[in-house]
């Protein structure tokens, strides 16, 4: 064995290792950021530790995949030595093969992102400190831990405008404010409103109600379909580019936590089409749940295409109204894409009865769905909101609708629907 620093020794491994560029690329890049650092890697690294015996370069190599497999988020580094293994004579067999033998050690599988139940007890537990990825729900008053989002409405309304629905502005901040204590004294926690750009969404008026009655609100960005907009909305004014830069930056400055995007029955038109392909750009800037408007539940199959062609992941899209759709195979076929499911609670819009609401949600527990569902009172209309009519809305949700589908579904499954399935659809790793 040579001596622990030889850059001699070091830069005749490294041509073994790497092409002339690869190298030349992160030596340039490190002497940048910090001079001569890259010379102490040559000679610490390459003709110090690579040097040592006891372990082949085949070794050393597998060694470094596993590290950087279960780490996540170094993908340009494992990519390099995908290289290096290969000059260094394995095969892609072997690569593949280790890929999938450490499948079950990734944090994805192994309980990061939203497909874990336990990453919040992780959390707790200190476990996850020196991951430099975090979980959070964005709301109008900024991160909150998804373990602190208690009993959600995962679809609702406390500002809404629009002509489609003449006389029934949802336009009133104290009615929005009784909505909402009542929602909290009732256990409500966390409420999700689901009104885009445009519409009348009040957010400072949002900031407001959450300060006052401690309920978190997520608030939306994105664009609804044409017709639920007056005539000459300048949101139909913009290219897909600037549309995602409204998106992104209505997330990132005004505390927006979701892009809802309203889609036409058994269509997607071409405004609807950009607002998707927005609404994906927005996606990969923000990590942004994408919750979208399926007119009486249709038309799940096209814009689920349309997001997998945009790269968008199944756990970042919301389906709502879903339960709308009067063919149950259309529903079942939705829920095998793996999107989140959000159904919605009677009202006077949505005039399903109870017992149907818990008959499509036990057929999809069934289908083995229970970790996709959400519910959300959707409420649309001043007539039907809880100042007036006093078994709809968020409190209504909680004390009318939460105790029938105990009783039908059993406080597990509903536990899962209310709490913690939602803490995990609507929280963004950051
Ligand atoms: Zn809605």
């Known amino acids: 064995m040579e001596g622990h620093f030889d850059i001699a020794a070091g830069q005749a491994k490294l041509a073994e290792l790497q092409n002339e560029a690869t190298t030349e690329g992160w030596r340039a890049t490190l002497n940048s950021a910090a001079p001569g650092f890259d010379e102490w890697i040559v000679g610490a690294i390459f003709g110090g530790t690579y040097q040592r015996e006891g372990l082949t370069a085949r070794d050393r190599q597998l060694l470094i995949i596993g590290a950087l ?33 450490l499948v079950p050690l990734h944090r994805a599988a192994a309980g990061d992102g939203s497909a874990a139940p336990h990453a919040h007890t992780n959390r707790r537990d200190g476990e996850r400190r020196h991951y430099p990825v975090r979980e959070v729900i ?29 006389g029934e502005e949802l336009a009133d901040t104290d009615d929005a404010m009784t909505e909402t204590l009542d929602f909290a004294r009732r256990g409500g926690r966390t409420l999700v409103q ?25 608030a939306a960005t994105g664009r609804h379909r044409r017709g639920v907009y007056p005539s000459g909305a300048p949101e139909f004014d913009l290219t897909v580019g600037q549309l995602a830069d409204t998106f992104i930056d209505d997330i990132g400055t005004n505390g927006c936590g979701l892009i ?10 071409a405004d609807e089409g950009d607002s ?19 007119e009486r539940g249709s038309a799940a199959d096209l ?25 149950p195979d259309r529903i079942a076929e939705a829920a095998q894409s793996g999107a ?6 009677p009202s006077p819009r949505n005039p399903v009865s109870i017992e149907e609401l818990s008959r499509t949600l036990g057929r ?24 007036v009519r006093s078994a709809y809305g968020p409190a209504g949700l909680v004390d009318q609708v939460a105790p029938h589908l105990i009783r039908a579904l059993g406080a597990d499954a509903l536990a899962g629907i209310m709490v913690g399935n939602p803490a995990r659809a609507w929280s963004v790793r950051v």
């Open 69 to 101: 497999t279960a780490l996540g988020g170094v993908e340009p580094q494992l990519r390099g030595h995908f290289e290096t293994s290969l000059r260094i004579g394995m095969t892609h067999e072997e690569i593949s093969e280790s890929l999938i033998h």
């Open 138 to 166: 964005r709301t109008v008053l900024g991160e909150v831990d998804p373990a602190d989002a208690g009993i959600v409405d995962s679809h609702d309304h406390l500002f809404l405008s629009t002509p489609l629905l003449p």
């Open 194 to 218: 689901w009104t885009p750009r445009g519409l009348g969404r009040g957010l400072p008026a949002l900031r407001s109600i959450s300060e006052t009655t401690g309920v978190h609100i997520v």
């Open 260 to 269: 809802k995007v309203g889609i036409s029955y058994e269509e997607v038109t």
């Open 276 to 294: 998707l392909r927005a609404a994906a750009i927005a996606h990969h800037a923000t990590n942004a749940p994408i919750a979208v408007h399926l």
């Open 303 to 327: 814009v689920l295409d349309f997001l997998l062609d945009e790269s968008v992941p199944m756990n970042s899209i919301v389906l709502g109204h879903l339960g709308k759709n009067p063919d």
């Open 340 to 345: 989140w499911l959000c159904l919605d609670a």
């Open 364 to 387: 999809l527990i069934e289908g083995g769905h229970s970790s996709q569902l959400l519910l959300g009172a959707d409420t649309t209309t001043r007539s039907g909101s809880r100042p």
